[in-house]
Nanobody, 124 residues
Framework: VQLQASGGGLVQAGGSLRLSCAAS????????MGWFRQAPGKEREFVAT????????DYADSVKGRFTISRDNAKNTVHLEMTSLKPEDTAVYYC??????????????????WGQGTLVTVSS
């Protein structure tokens, strides 16, 4: 499966952005999906994950209550709605996918397919 992330940009602190991840090559409902981010000089970190059906989600503590992951399998897309953005949310955001028996995963090493990343910059 090929993944294409979009929706990043420059936003002021307290603002909102909606990231999208479009999949091609395979139907998305076969994959567990996740969003990760990588800030300059830091390791890639987990942000959110969603099960194949969308019924199970998990979030990093740093984004709980502010970010929402969702998916539309009919449109082969996954979204990350980000609100109350903070300067520390500045990073390149990546969508990722993998197939497994478990419903979700927060482990970056589980994900096999990655999009190219989209830059989110939050100004103070």
């Amino acid at each position: 499966v090929q993944l294409q992330a979009s929706g990043g940009g420059l936003v002021q602190a307290g603002g909102s952005l909606r990231l999208s991840c479009a999949a091609s090559g395979r139907t998305l409902n076969s994959y567990i999906m996740g969003w990760f981010r990588q800030a300059p000089g830091k390791e890639r970190e987990f942000v959110a994950t969603i099960s194949r059906s969308g019924g199970t989600t998990d979030y990093a503590d740093s984004v709980k209550g502010r970010f929402t992951i969702s998916r539309d399998n009919a449109k082969n897309t996954v979204h990350l709605e980000m609100t109350s953005l903070k300067p520390e949310d500045t990073a390149v955001y990546y969508c990722a996918a993998f197939t497994h028996l478990r419903p979700i995963s927060t482990n970056v090493n589980d994900y096999r397919y990655w999009g190219q990343g989209t830059l989110v910059t939050v100004s103070s």
